[in-house]
T-cell receptor, first 115, second 114 residues
Framework: DTGVSQDPRHKITKRGQNVTFRCDPI?????LYWYRQTLGQGPEFLTYFQNEAQLEKSRLLSDRFSAERPKGSFSTLEIQRTEQGDSAMYLC????WGEGTDTQYFGPGTRLTVL | KQEVTQIPAALSVPEGENLVLNCSFT??????LQWFRQDPGKGLTSLLLIQSSQREQTSGRLNASLDKSSGRSTLYIAASQPGDSATYLC?????????????FGQGTILTVHP
């Protein structure tokens, strides 16, 4: 257990529905990252926050995706009008603390299946 | 743009063998390299992190090396066990304005059979 939690762990939805995922990082570390992982591939960067500010978004993050981090604590990732191509594992991560600051700790992920 | 490649894509070995997983990257201007393990349907577990100034790191039966100039890292697993079966991922942290944004390889699927 890395201390990073994600909810839900699994989500099955029908095409066109909206879904929202939540990530609770280790304490209130100022950086939080979202990644997407499709079957057989490594994770790909989606976006990251420093405190409550979203500082970078990947080209993978279409207009249907939005992420927030109110008050610099937990973060949410929403996908509107889901498509079958959105089916993937969504992972969040944040750096450690103290001597482990450079180590990235990942949550267990939310597996999204769009029917 | 950094590209990370892992070879082999899959590896199957009998229990007890020593094995090497390879990772190569195209841009040697890295901040650090981190190896992860991923069990099916699970998140990523950090195994070893090597800073750009370091040559290797060891943890138990695992040893990771880094040759920044040639753009290569290896993960050595000694005396493999069935519990080592998982996907192993190599990642690069470029640092600077991209600090913490990791670029991953596609992973090596390891199967250790009894």
């Amino acid at each position: 257990d890395t201390g990073v939690s994600q909810d839900p762990r699994h989500k099955i939805t029908k095409r066109g529905q909206n879904v929202t995922f939540r990530c609770d990082p280790i304490s209130e570390h100022n950086r939080l990252y979202w990644y997407r992982q499709t079957l057989g591939q490594g994770p790909e960067f989606l976006t990251y926050f420093q405190n409550e500010a979203q500082l970078e978004k990947s080209r993978l993050l279409s207009d249907r995706f939005s992420a927030e981090r109110p008050k610099g604590s937990f973060s949410t990732l929403e996908i509107q009008r889901t498509e079958q191509g959105d089916s993937a594992m969504y992972l969040c991560a944040n750096p450690g603390w103290g001597e482990g600051t450079d180590t990235q700790y990942f949550g267990p992920g939310t597996r999204l299946t769009v029917l | 743009k950094q590209e990370v490649t892992q070879i082999p894509a899959a590896l199957s070995v009998p229990e007890g063998e020593n094995l090497v997983l390879n990772c190569s990257f195209t841009d040697s201007a890295i901040y650090n390299l981190q190896w992860f393990r991923q069990d099916p349907g699970k998140g990523l577990t950090s195994l070893l992190l090597i800073q750009s100034s370091q040559r290797e790191q060891t943890s138990g039966r695992l040893n990771a090396s880094l040759d920044k100039s040639s753009g290569r890292s290896t993960l050595y697993i000694a005396a493999s066990q069935p519990g080592d079966s998982a996907t192993y991922l190599c990642s690069i942290n470029a640092g600077g304005t991209s600090y913490g944004k990791l670029t991953f390889g596609q992973g090596t699927i390891l199967t250790v059979h009894p």
